[in-house]
């Protein structure tokens, strides 16, 4: 592989983990889904039995959802209030923290 190539890939992957960093705090997330841990558990699998499973979503799937709750597109007599009372960064970083727990499922068999 030439050595021009290799490091286009190797500052393509720093330029992306720094602006991620920027964007979205996992660990910022982390400490405000403490908050959500009653329903969604700390590990993002549900505690309550209405509510879903956070864990492993996709961040972008996560911003979308608390957006449509913040918006009123999609409602829910709990969620509503609680995503209304979201700030700034916390849906990135609540995004970015449950995105990255890693999930394994086993198959029936
Ligand atoms: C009192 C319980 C409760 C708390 C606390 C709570 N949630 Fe929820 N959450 C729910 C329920 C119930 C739903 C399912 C809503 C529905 O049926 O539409 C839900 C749905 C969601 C969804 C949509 C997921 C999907 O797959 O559709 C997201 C995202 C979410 N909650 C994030 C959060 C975050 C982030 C927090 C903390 C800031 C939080 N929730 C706190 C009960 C809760």
Redesign the pocket.
């Given at each position: 592989m030439p050595r021009s190539f290799v490091w286009v890939c190797v500052l393509s992957a720093a330029t992306l983990a720094t602006s991620q960093a920027v964007a979205a705090d996992a660990i910022a997330g982390k400490k405000?889904?403490a908050?959500?841990a009653?329903?969604?558990g700390i590990d993002g699998l549900h505690k309550?039995p209405?509510?879903?499973?956070?864990a492993g979503?996709s961040a972008e799937?996560?911003i979308k959802?608390?957006k449509a709750?913040q918006t009123g597109a999609?409602q829910?007599e709990?969620?509503s209030i609680?995503?209304k009372?979201?700030k700034g960064g916390?849906v990135d970083n609540?995004a970015a923290w449950?995105s990255s727990l890693k999930v394994t499922v086993e198959m029936p068999k």
């Amino acid at each position: 592989m030439p050595r021009s190539f290799v490091w286009v890939c190797v500052l393509s992957a720093a330029t992306l983990a720094t602006s991620q960093a920027v964007a979205a705090d996992a660990i910022a997330g982390k400490k405000k889904a403490a908050s959500c841990a009653v329903c969604h558990g700390i590990d993002g699998l549900h505690k309550a039995p209405d509510a879903p499973n956070l864990a492993g979503n996709s961040a972008e799937y996560i911003i979308k959802q608390l957006k449509a709750f913040q918006t009123g597109a999609r409602q829910h007599e709990q969620m509503s209030i609680i995503a209304k009372g979201l700030k700034g960064g916390d849906v990135d970083n609540l995004a970015a923290w449950y995105s990255s727990l890693k999930v394994t499922v086993e198959m029936p068999k």
